[in-house]
């Protein structure tokens, strides 16, 4: 960790989303989980859109951080299946209900799309970020990667909806990918993308001082 890196606290209780987003950032932030911060809260995410969600968290954490200059993030993900008119969207994660597993979710997509044929499967997934400075600059980017869902699981890598979304420009699901290959063609990435330049605007005529308050045993 460089101590005049800017650090940015991500919405998130899991630290390896945290890692995730650093190295999309190549490293140049600091970027830390709640959990991290000692924050253990959870965050309510009610809203009807995944910006309304992300905007609502980004809020939500600025208030637990009770830090002038805390850099916040947040994001919040959809898939959209036309078939579907959109559905799961911004309820991809409880598409089968409260709790249930990827597996419950997949299971349900692939019965709901069991009479769609495969040029009718399109479908695309949307990450949707948020940041909120200090001075309360609310800056949300959305980043849309379009495909289509399969008639059965294929790949065994990722998380989610990975085993059934195809990605257009590859023609292979998330799950057929490496990591490394999925982070440089995902809409997560393609949303951090969008939100470099103002990052990096911003880091430009700020720095923050929440560094030196906290050890971040694994941000090297
Ligand atoms: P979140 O907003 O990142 O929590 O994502 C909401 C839901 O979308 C997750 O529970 C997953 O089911 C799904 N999801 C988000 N990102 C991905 C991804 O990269 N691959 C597959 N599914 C994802």
Redesign the pocket.
């Known amino acids: 960790m460089k101590l005049d890196q800017l650090t940015i606290v991500l919405a998130t209780q899991n630290p390896n989303k945290a890692r995730e987003i650093q190295e999309m950032l190549d490293g140049a932030y600091n970027v830390v989980s709640m959990e991290e911060m000692g924050i253990h809260d959870e965050l309510v995410e009610n809203g009807k859109t995944i910006e309304e969600n992300s905007e609502l968290k980004a809020r939500q954490l600025r208030n637990l951080l009770h830090d002038p200059n805390a850099v916040v993030m947040a ?5 959209y299946v036309d078939a579907l008119d959109g559905a799961p969207g911004v309820f ?2 409880r598409y089968a209900g409260d709790d249930v597993s ?1 597996e419950q ?1 997949n299971e349900k997509l692939l019965k709901e799309l069991k009479d769609v044929k495969p040029e009718d499967r399109t479908a695309e ?1 949307k990450t949707c970020i948020t940041l909120l400075t200090p001075e309360s600059d609310l800056i949300t980017v959305t980043g849309t990667v379009p495909g289509s869902i399969t008639e059965s699981r294929k790949g065994a890598s ?5 085993p059934l ?1 195809i990605e257009k420009s590859t023609g292979r699901t ?1 799950a057929e990918m490496t990591e490394d290959e999925k982070n440089q063609v ?3 990435k393609e949303a951090i993308s969008r939100i470099v330049p103002l990052l990096e605007q911003y880091s430009r005529h700020k720095t923050n001082k929440i560094l030196a308050s906290y050890t971040i045993a694994d941000n090297k």
């Open positions: 994001d919040d993900t959809g898939l991809s994660a990827y979710n997934f990722g998380f989610g909806y990975d979304f998330y995902s809409h997560r």
